[in-house]
């Protein structure tokens, strides 16, 4: 019985020990994994971005764009993430929606701007989608729901123009897992303190939109993909009390104001 | 780690045969099951199950192949379904994941190769007692 038992240890000890010298391999490396998919996501965000240009149009007032960058930059330098990685595009469109893409770009249409009340709103949607960047939830989403080999068949231009829409168009209307959701919110919750931004407003932004939620105007995309608004919004309130309370705003109201003329223009 | 023993006594050619392609048996399932460790596990058990009347040389070598397949399973099943997490969910490639598919693909290979070395020592009539799996073949199969 000592005899068998020294032998099977013996086979466990040496599958453990291959298995513990290979992991010294940086194989990941080896293999150029993370390399590969860097570049199937970069090439992923173009052709995606590129989908959303061609349908809709990009806002390229100077003025729109200073004053979104900078409420990103101060958002990102808060937080420590690098701003180089979140590229912001603003699309003139009537209707209430912002979402990520793959390799980093925030789409945000022009009416969730001029719906905002205030800065404050806006500064908690978009911490709530660079959270879904920072999370890697935009590739994970997209692998579940379209799939690798796809994916990957779309960034080589393997697929035709039909499959890409409908792959953009996966992140632009539909939701993420309840889970991933909850993950973003309390990050921004996270994000909008270390920027020493009121988190209420963000919790506030949601509970307004929950208003609507039982009839839904078409209009109101960003609450369709953002579905139980009400219990998101108390539990942003819940997670943010306690937190910092020295708030003040990235942008003046002036500045706020302006923006808002600007897109209202369009 | 393969280990040469006289039997109790010598087998006769049918005998060599039998015990033979319990190990060609194992051979086949790995090949025809290789993405599902299951079906060389089933397979096996099957050989196994339907020489249990016949003479224990057969029967010793089956158990033995049996006990090998039986083990490799639980390795080669977890390697399985790590793999299935990583293409279907949103499990990442990590560095561990890759050595343990090294590591499993080179303790099949060992596995293989003493197989096919079996399969033909057992044919010409010589016991041969693994590690390990001899060593528990000898405590379950008796005369």
Not at chain 1, 179 to 186: F, V
Request: a negative charge; aromatic letters at 12%.
């Amino acid at each position: 019985m000592k005899k068998l038992f020294f032998q099977g240890l013996t086979i466990v000890l040496f599958f453990l020990g291959t298995w513990f010298i290979l992991a010294q391999i940086d194989w990941v490396k080896v293999f150029m994994i993370e390399e590969v998919t860097d570049k199937t996501e970069q090439e992923l965000g173009s052709l995606f971005l590129e989908v959303f240009k061609q349908s809709e149009t990009e806002n390229r007032n100077p003025e729109v764009k200073a004053l979104i960058d900078k409420m990103v930059s101060e958002i990102c330098k808060a937080n420590q993430i690098d701003k180089e990685k979140i590229k912001v595009h603003v699309f003139d469109k009537d209707e209430i929606n912002a979402f990520a893409l793959p390799d980093g770009h925030l789409v945000v249409y022009s009416d969730l701007i001029i719906n905002s009340d205030n800065q404050e709103e806006l500064a908690g949607v978009i911490c709530h989608e660079i959270a879904h960047i920072q999370l890697n939830h935009v590739m994970k989403k997209l692998v579940k729901e379209i799939g690798l080999s796809v994916l990957i068949s779309i960034s080589t231009g393997g697929t035709g123009a039909e499959v890409t829409k409908q792959a953009a168009k996966t992140l632009s209307s539909s939701a993420f897992d309840r889970s991933l959701e909850k993950d973003a919110d309390l990050a921004a919750v996270d994000y909008l303190v270390n920027a020493k931004v009121n988190p209420k407003p963000f919790a506030d932004f949601l509970y307004k939109l929950s208003y609507n939620e039982d009839g839904i105007p078409s209009y109101l995309t960003w609450l369709e993909t953002h579905p139980d608004s009400r219990e998101r919004a108390t539990y942003i309130l819940e997670f943010s009390k306690g937190k910092s309370s020295d708030y003040k705003p990235i942008v003046s109201s002036q500045d706020w104001e302006k923006l808002k003329e600007l897109l209202k223009e369009n | 780690m393969n280990n040469f023993k006289e039997f109790s006594y010598k087998p006769e050619d049918h005998e060599c045969e039998g015990a033979s392609n319990s190990y060609l048996m194992s051979l086949v399932a790995i090949i025809v099951g290789l993405p599902l460790p299951i079906v060389n596990l089933i397979a096996s058990l099957i050989f196994y199950l339907s020489n249990r009347k016949s003479t224990y040389f057969i029967r010793w070598h089956c158990t033995q192949a049996f006990l090998a397949q039986f083990f490799t399973f639980f390795i080669n099943s977890f390697g399985f379904w790590w793999t299935i997490s990583v293409v279907f969910t949103e499990e990442p490639v990590t560095i561990n994941f890759i050595a343990y598919l090294i590591a499993v693909a080179i303790l099949n290979l060992i596995e293989f190769v003493f197989t096919i070395y079996t399969a033909i020592q057992t044919r010409k009539g010589i016991h041969v007692e693994w590690w390990f799996y001899g060593t528990l073949t000898n405590l379950i199969c008796k005369p």
